[in-house]
């Protein structure tokens, strides 16, 4: 069974970048599309970026486009979240999920999650 794993958040200010991992282990990671979501205190969970199998085609939604980047190594094992221009809103918990349809940015599309990694952007 697919396990996932994010790591790389952390505390940045508005403005900085950070990349986020999201390693797989357990079965082939390029059996999946992977998807990124967020989720800030009091919100529902946000998908903002994914990608399909084999990382040639990517889906952003409207609040990360220009600013956030997804890709994927099938051979590491390996998805990233390459984050810039960060602003305050950007503040949650940030989790990858393996999915089943391409492209999709809901959640209910995805059964295996990550248990999720923080990120903090203030000044």
């Not at 979501?37 to 970026?49: N, S």
């Not at 956030?68 to 810039?84: E, K, Y």
């Not at 602003?87 to 940015?105: I, N, Q, R, W």
Request: hydrophobic letters at 35%; proline letters at 4%.
């Amino acid at each position: 069974q697919l396990q996932l794993v994010e790591f790389g958040g952390g505390l940045v200010q508005p403005g900085g970048s950070l990349r986020l991992s999201c390693a797989a282990t357990g079965s082939a990671l390029d059996d999946h599309p992977i998807g990124w979501f967020r989720q800030a205190p009091g919100k529902d969970r946000e998908g903002i970026l994914c990608i399909n199998n084999s990382g040639d085609r990517t889906l952003n939604a409207d609040s990360v486009k220009g600013r956030f980047t997804i890709s994927r190594d099938n051979a590491g094992h390996t998805v990233f979240l390459r984050m810039t221009s960060l602003k305050l809103e950007d503040t949650g918990v940030y989790f990858c999920a393996a999915g089943s349809l391409f492209p999709s940015l809901l959640p209910d599309d995805y059964s295996e999650w990550g248990q999720g990694t923080q990120v903090t952007v203030s000044s």
